[in-house]
């Protein structure tokens, strides 16, 4: 059974930084690509970043284009997201996303329906 968990969330103030994990189980994805979403109170799930097998494509949504760092550990199976200089606006509840999908070499995995595996969630809140 393939299991996401997410972890590392939690209160920070603005400014602050924050890393999140997402350990995978019942199968590797060390051949696949992975992704960070997250989704406010109220509002619709939206991509954060994505990477694909080889550690060097990685891909943000302008939002957190410069503050966030999207790594993984094919080692560990495991997906992080290094938040920094956070915002109040992204405050939300971070799921992370694994895909078994292939489209192409330049696909760059943005999109839900992209991905077949879903974590649970970890809420990150950025208030002082």
């Known amino acids: 059974q393939v299991q996401l968990v997410e972890s590392g969330g939690g209160l920070v103030q603005p400014g602050g930084s924050l890393r999140l994990s997402c350990a995978a189980s019942?199968?590797?994805?060390?051949?696949?690509?992975m992704g960070w979403f997250r989704q406010a109170p109220g509002k619709e799930r939206e991509f954060v970043a994505s990477?694909?097998?080889?550690?060097?494509?990685?891909y943000y949504s302008e939002s957190v284009k410069g503050r966030f760092t999207i790594s993984r550990d094919h080692a560990k199976n495991t997906l992080y997201l290094e938040m920094s200089s956070l915002k109040p606006t992204d405050a939300a509840v971070y799921y992370c996303?694994?895909?078994?999908?292939?489209?192409?070499?330049?696909?760059?995995?943005?999109?839900?329906?992209?991905?077949?595996?879903w974590g649970q969630g970890t809420q990150v809140f950025v208030s002082s």
């Open positions: 990477i694909r097998w080889e550690s060097t494509s990685t």
């Open positions: 019942g199968r590797s994805f060390s051949g696949y690509p």
């Open positions: 996303a694994a895909s078994t999908k292939y489209y192409s070499d330049t696909h760059l995995y943005a999109r839900e329906g992209d991905y077949t595996y």
